[in-house]
């Protein structure tokens, strides 16, 4: 009897294929530099503006101010009278009783209810107006601008996809503000006058000859007193000045401002991309010059406004301020050693404060930045 044996088969599940989905890997430490550009937005420049134009650099004549009557004499004294329309001299008997008869006139018009009127004199007078306003000078303008930037990482991996260094960097950032403004306004003014004085005699019922009539100091004549009963004046415009100032400010800031931060940084890696955030500290160097230009222009009885007075106030100055920054980036590695970067940071710097001559303001240094450059490992 024959006897076969079959071969025993060995079976077995499927073996489970190979896992290709990729691994994250860190990639190699060392040092890195990257260079490119960064838009800094910082904070206000306030500047509060303040002037060198008072009031009492706008000047007028003084005019005339004189009572004009060497002619016609005081009122209340016996005196030689010369008028416009006539005279009124004294005789051998003023003194004694206050009446003349050496005295004459023009018109029949200087004649009325009992009493008889001269007009003469020359007197001037002048009277002023003045006003003057100062406008707030305060203003504000934000500082940015473009900065160029250089970064140098030490960089060491810390587990399969964290990797921790340092970082250094620094940054070169020129702006500035200006403006141009007007802050005073006054005008003076002055009205000239002529001053024509009236002497009203009272004729105490004496008819007095038809005019025009002349008498002598001999007599004999109508007697009239010597001294007015009444002596008015009357202003006449004769003429004037005006002038108006006004100022113009104009205010330049000028900023140099370097950056130089350290501090650690965290960087997470997935394949060719990579996140990165670090913080640390800031030395910032601001080199700042600000200059205010103010011009007086003044105007005389309308004519075109010229400059009066100029000033020039400047102050500059080199600050060494400290700060913190907080940083996040990103990038993408190109080849083996280059790679594109992009990154986004905050930067915590005390004020500036400064000045000018009468005006005084601040710079605030803190503020956003973004940035892009380019990689390269060494």
């Known amino acids: 009897m024959a006897v076969s044996f079959a071969p025993s088969a060995l079976i ?66 016996f005196f030689n009278r010369t008028y416009n ?47 003057d306003n100062y406008e707030y000078g305060g203003w504000s303008n934000n500082l940015d ?17 964290l990797n921790f260094g340092f970082q250094g960097s620094v940054s070169f950032l020129d702006t500035g503000a200006a403006r141009t403004l007007a802050t005073f306004t006054a005008d003076k003014s002055r009205s000239d006058y002529s001053i024509l004085y009236t002497d009203r005699y009272d004729l105490g019922g004496v008819i007095v000859p038809q005019a025009p009539y002349t008498g002598g100091p001999q007599g004999p004549g109508p007697l009239i007193p010597n001294m007015p009963a009444v002596r008015t004046a009357a202003n006449t415009i004769s003429g004037g000045e005006t002038a108006t100032a006004f100022n113009s400010i104009h205010t330049d800031f000028d900023l140099n401002l370097a950056a130089i931060s350290l501090g650690p940084v965290i960087e997470y890696v997935r394949g060719p991309f990579a996140l990165q955030a670090s913080a640390g500290l800031t030395i910032n160097v601001a080199d700042w010059d600000v200059e205010q230009r103010e011009t007086l222009f003044v105007s005389r009885n309308g004519a075109t406004a010229t400059a009066q007075n100029n000033w020039r106030d400047r102050n500059d100055g080199t600050s060494v301020l400290p700060g913190i920054f907080l940083q996040a980036a990103a990038s993408r590695e190109l080849t083996e050693k280059w790679s594109l970067n992009a990154f986004g940071r905050y930067d915590w710097v005390e004020s500036l404060s400064l000045g000018a001559g009468p005006s005084s303001g601040s710079a605030n240094l803190s503020g956003w930045s973004l940035g892009a450059g380019v990689g390269f490992r060494f």
């Open 12 to 77: 077995a599940g499927p073996s489970a294929p190979p896992d290709k989905s990729p691994a994250p890997a860190a990639r190699s430490g060392g040092w890195r530099f990257s260079a490119g550009y960064m838009h800094r937005s910082l904070g206000d420049f306030d500047w509060l503006t303040g002037t060198r134009s008072v009031p009492s650099l706008l000047t007028i004549g003084q005019g005339s101010n004189t009572p004009g009557i060497d002619a016609i004499g005081p009122a209340d004294l």
């Open 145 to 161: 601008g473009n900065a160029p930037f250089f970064q140098l990482e030490w960089i060491q991996p810390l587990t399969g996809s």
């Open 85 to 131: 329309d006539g005279f009124n001299f004294q005789d051998g008997g003023t003194a004694g009783g206050g009446d003349t008869w050496n005295w004459g006139y023009q018109n029949a018009s200087q004649v009325s209810d009992g009493m008889i009127s001269f007009h003469g004199g020359n007197g001037t007078t002048a009277t002023f107006t003045d006003s």
